[in-house]
Structure formats: C-alpha cells, structure tokens
C-alpha cells in the first residue's frame, strides 16, 4: 500500500539526476554540485548512494565501496551542501549488478542463461530481481542507508529484469517460482504460446512485488522518504517489456511517480506521451518525467537547446514537472553549451508554477494506450503491429490540433470515461472483459468510440473474446478474411457530404495501404458506406508499381472503409483497416483529418481551442479554480538527412501571427490574457462562446493564461 505520510513536496519539485561513476569518488566536489544544483532552482537533487557502488562508508558485506572514496562520506557531504542551500537530497540506487566477489560466495543470487552461464557488463554480474541479491543485500543496504541519512526520496535505476539489454534469466529462483505460479518450466519466446504470454505477465508482477516490499521496508525505517522508482511506457518498450516494467502494477506501490524519456528513442512526442499518461494514471501523486541533458551514447555531449526546451516544454504544458538527468558534469570533458537554455526553462517553470500545477485537463477526448496490446498482438513486432498505430493517433490529434488525454488500456472503467465525449482505440486489439463492458455502457450513455483494425478482438492475454468489442458495441460481424500487406490502395469518397469527409474538397479518393479486415454490418447491402475500399492499382498483385499507360482504376468496390453506426444514445465509427499506422508512417495528413473528423463528430462536440496559422503544434488545455491555461508545444523543424538514425532538432522555425480561439470558462470577464513566457499582456475579445487573441510568437513553448474574475 501506499505510505500515508504527506509527499506534497513531490507534486511541486523540480528536479536533477546526478550519476556519479566510481572514479568520481576521490574528487567530487559537493559544495560545487550543490551551487550547480541551486543554479538551475531546484527542489532536490538526486544522486547515486548505492548499489553496484557505494558512495558512503557501508557496513554491508560485500557492498563495495567507490575505489578512491577513502575515509571521505559523500552522501552526508552532499546532503549537508544540499541541506545548506535548501535542497532535499534523493538516493539514487542501482541493484541490476553486483561484484564478482559476491557473484561467487552467492552465484544463486544472479542471472544464469538457459545453459547456466552467469551474465556480465563491465566486469560485474548482472542480478535477479527474484534472488537473494535483490530480496536480501539490496533491502540491507536501502535500510543502512535510510537509517543512516535523512533522504527525503528513495530512486531506483535500472531495478528490472535484462537490464543493459543481457538475456533473460533462468536462475533456481526464477524457475522455481514461475513453475509455482503456473505449474509449468520457463517457456521460448514464442507469442502465440499461452504459456509465453503469461511468462511475460509473470515479469511484471514480479517487478511490482520487489517495489511493494522496498515500499514496505521503507515505510518502516523512514516512512517521510519517498520511494520513486524509475519506469518507462510506451517507446521504450525494448526496455519495459523484458524488464518486467508496468507502471499499471507499480503505480500502487510507489510514493510518487518518474518515467524516464531518455533520447535513445526517435519520436519527438514522447516525453509528452508520458506526461499525459502520468496525469491520468496517478493525479494525487507527484513526480516527474526526467528528461537527459544529453544523447544516450555521448553522455557528456549536449543535445541543442532548441530540442531540450521543446522536450522538456510538453512536459510542463501537460503540468507535470519536468526532471533533468546529467551524467560527467565535473567530467574534464563536457558540453556545456546548453546548460543557461535548461537553467532559463527551469528558473521560469519554477515561478510560474501556479500556472502548471494542480490543474486539470478540460480535453473532451482519450487516446487509449494498451500495454497487453503492445505485448500480446504486438508480439515479435510491437511497433508494426501495435505502437505505429498509437503513435498515428497521437500524432493525428497534434496534427488536428486537438487537446487530448492518454488512458491506459488497464484502467478503463466506467467511471473514467465517463470525463469524455470520444473514446479513441488505435488497434487496442487486446483489451480486458470488464474494460469491453465499460466501453458498452459508455457509448450506450452517448459516447463516442472511434477504433480502428483490431480493436477489442483479444482479451487482456490475446486470446479471442467470444464476442468481439465491435460486434457488441455495433452489431458488426467478421468474415474470417483479412487482406494483407495492400499497396497502391484507395478509398473512395462516396458521400462527400458525409462530415466524416470534410475538408476533402477536391478528391475523390483518399490512400490506402496495410491490412483490412473484412466485415459485415447488419445492413447488409442496403447501405453504402461513404468510405469504401478501390483495390490496390498495380501490374502485377502485391507489387505496389504498374506502368504508367495501364495505372487505371477499373473497379471500385462497396466494401466499408469506415463503419459509421449508433449504439444507444451514443456511436461507433470504426475503420476496418489501419489509417493511423499509414498515416504515421507516410505522414499523410488527409488520414490524420479522417481520424480527427471522426473524433470531433461525437455528440454534443464544440471544440476545446481552435489554433489558425502553420506550423506542427502540440496543444493542451488545464483549468484550476482561478484561471485556465492553453499551453502550445512547438514541433515545427527544418528536416535533415536521412541517416536510419533518430533526427536532432538542432533549430525550431518560430511560428508568427497564430490565431487562438478558446472557449469561454465560466467566471472569466477580462480583456487581456498572460503571456507567460513571452512576460506580457495579449488582448482578448469575446465573440459568442469563444475568446479570440492573436499570438505574436511561438519560439520552443507558450502559454496563455487566462485569470478568473
């Protein structure tokens, strides 16, 4: 459970992540990292205690001390540099390896592959989080060190299963206790295997078990301290899948919340992403998404200040705070060019605060993301099969320029949705039956579920439900075939009146690629569509390419490419193929407006905010008690080559003139909204239920700050 003592300081914090590498031990200067700290107004520092290495005079045996520490105790000179300046000091522990002395006193406390061997990275063995080394030596050194020193946070790096990308284990005690769980040996990898499916459940359960007992621990010994695990969701799946981490299963485990966005990862949008997960998932509890000052393979090199502002700024728009990891900064060699920029960003989220904090999303609008999705019909290929999906969603409501929430696939209840007008499921293929049910009563009440492909086919651990979602929730059947791998495929614009197709003035087509299922809708053959299937034009079949002289479109089928029907007071649109997967990976905006049209065709619809003007432009809306704040994230950037490797935003292009339309909050009679980055007043004119204001100047972030009478 949950500790009861008050982590409110948590909900304001700003933060920083200080790795220190053993070597750092004889000449670490903690007055210096104290006043670096405070240079950048923070709350609390984090930085490493113990673990691989301890960074303090232990009495643990076998826990060794930093070669170079001497008689010298860096914990309480940190502490006390930090305390002097008034900055709560967090502890940084890393158990995912251990020394090759304690490796061979106690070799069952550490990961063997299959065939028995140990697994090393940088001269030490990696550990078990089901062993003695994680359940034993680890709770001995968080207990000494919280006995010891008054730290206010407890952060865990790298606490997982396979850390460092190393094989997974299959030690005594994990084959031991996997068989006790389900009377079976650990299985090969193989997702259409049950019994591998619940192995890779069993990994998160795991995980959540170790957090609830250092919670436990902790509670005991110094229950003020928060426990603040570090997790990742989403992009990071490489990561989270194999390491067993499910924010879903720790979350009531854990004190406070921190999802890492580290840069390994090519999609702009992330850090985003997990705010907004963060928000929905725990609103009582505070955190951060820590946000590296660096690239993951030059880890003293930093990234231009233009992308850190816009990685860290959407962190802020979505008011969780923004944490910063920098590793080597008292390294002889280090890039300093973009600490001012980071240092301005947290000096001006520090005072304005008020404006981010403790508000609540006004989106009219939830993108589902599914974990078991991601696993159980993602299998060997979760980007193709799951997360291009999701990333076409999120990227079809920036593009749309619609505020929206993220809500994970794990907590869908009906009480959850009921916040919304629109459900969106971008291929949620495995969703729970309780969450099918909720999903039910929702639209049956008025709501609206957009989906798409398989949506709802699956239960939680990919087995078919009985009944799929679509054909409870729409009466829509399938016929068994699905055509796969489509190339040089259209829809057909057969109603363009139908405001699923606005904006498409012009066209008489749209395009088509991936797969789609076929199916049957109650009607039959008496209703077509307004969107339906042209097969693939091209030579020869699933080429993709034909001669110029014979590219005609010889037929054109009835066969829905979208099905547009009411369930109860509400309505199911639902695409049979895959327009956010094409449209995330061409970038067709004409598939983002179909999502985006669909979405805003939900019951009762009035649009949160309107932005007029170019650019790519991420837009969030909070509403607190005395104002209500509309925060845009600049994503707009020159290209660059191609090079197979993630893209550096070296320069955002500054967007001029935007026109913002917000609906009127009650209690709000002013004329003039703040700036709050730009430091100014903007006017403002009510017309109707909307307030209209011209934004002079969109750099990295801004947001408009609307104070209630």
Known sequence: MTSHIDHTWLKQALVMIMTLRENDAATWDAEKMADFAKSFSLDALGFSVGGITAFYPTEVRHHPRAEGLGDRDLAADMIAALKARGIRPIARIDPSMASRELYEERPEWFVQTKDGAPVSVHGHFITCPNGGYYRDFMMRVIEEMLTRYPFDGLWANAAQFSPWHTPRCHCAACQTKFRAHTGKAIPEEDWRDETWRQYNEWRYACMAEWNSEVQALKNRVRPECAWIPLSQVAESWDHSRVGGWDLDYTEPFQDGIVLEAQRRYTNMFWPGLEARYMRSLAPGKGGGITVSYFLPWWRFYGVPAAENQMWAGQVMAQGVIPWLHVTGYQERHFDRRGLDSMRGLFSRFRANRETYLGNRSVADVALVFSRHSLDNYGHED???????????????????????????????????????????????ACLSEDACAALETFVKGGGLVVSTHRSGDFDELGAPHAAPLLSRLAGVTQTGVTWKGLRAAYAAIRDPANPLLAGFDGTDLLPVAGDIVFVRTPDGEN????????????????????????????????????????????????????????????????????????????SGWKDVVRVRGPGLIDVTVLEGADRLVVTLVNFSSPGSFNTGQRRIIQELVPLHGLELEVRAPEGFGGTTARLVFAEREVAVERRGDYLHLTLPRLDAMESVEFMFS
Do not use: C
């Open 382 to 428: 979760p980007s193709g099969r799951y997360l291009d999906h999701f990333r076409g969603a999120y990227n079809a409501m920036m593009d749309q320029r619609i505020p929206f929430d993220i809500l994970s696939g794990h907590r869908i209840t009906a009480e959850a949705l009921s916040a919304y007008r629109a459900i969106v499921l971008p291929n949620a």
């Open 527 to 602: 209703s077509i569509a307004p969107l339906t299937l042209i097969p693939p034009v091209e030579g020869e079949v699933g080429s993709g390419i034909s001669v110029p002289e014979f590219n005609v479109i010889e037929h054109v089928t009835d066969y829905p490419m979208v099905i547009d029907r009411a369930a109860g007071a509400g309505r199911v649109i639902h695409f049979p193929w895959q327009p956010d997967l094409i449209g995330f990976r061409y970038g067709l905006r004409d598939l983002f407006q179909l999502i985006g049209n669909a979405v805003k065709s939900a």
